[in-house]
């Protein structure tokens, strides 16, 4: 294989992998777009069986279970969506080696 060869093969695979990424990034994105949407459309129905109503267990769970993975995937979000994310956070977030290695240039 010539050194030609190689750099195209090199600059292929660095093409796909970018791409993936780009995808990756995308489909992260949707359920947080999703979500937002959710919430605002169900604001009035939370407001009246949820917060005008005496604090039970079960708006409690409510309340960790909404907000809390709502919080886990906005997070999860912003580590896709960040160009410096580091290393560390990437290996420990993010199961994908090649978004690890190509977003730390």
């Not at 990034?25 to 009246?48: A, G, K, S, V």
């Not at 420990?92 to 090649?98: A, E, F, I, T």
């Amino acid at each position: 294989m010539s050194s030609s060869e190689g750099a195209l093969a090199y600059e292929e695979a660095f093409v796909h992998a970018a791409h993936t990424v780009w995808v990756t990034r995308i489909c992260q994105l949707c359920p947080c777009i999703i979500f937002c949407y959710d919430y605002l459309l169900t604001l009035d129905r939370e407001i009246e069986f949820i917060w005008r109503r005496p604090m039970r267990s079960s708006n409690v769970l409510y309340i960790i279970v909404r907000f809390g993975g709502g919080a886990l995937m906005f997070l999860t979000a912003s580590a896709f969506m960040s160009s410096n994310t580091s290393k560390e956070v990437c290996f420990l977030m993010l199961p994908s080696v090649q978004f690890c290695e190509l977003n730390t240039f």
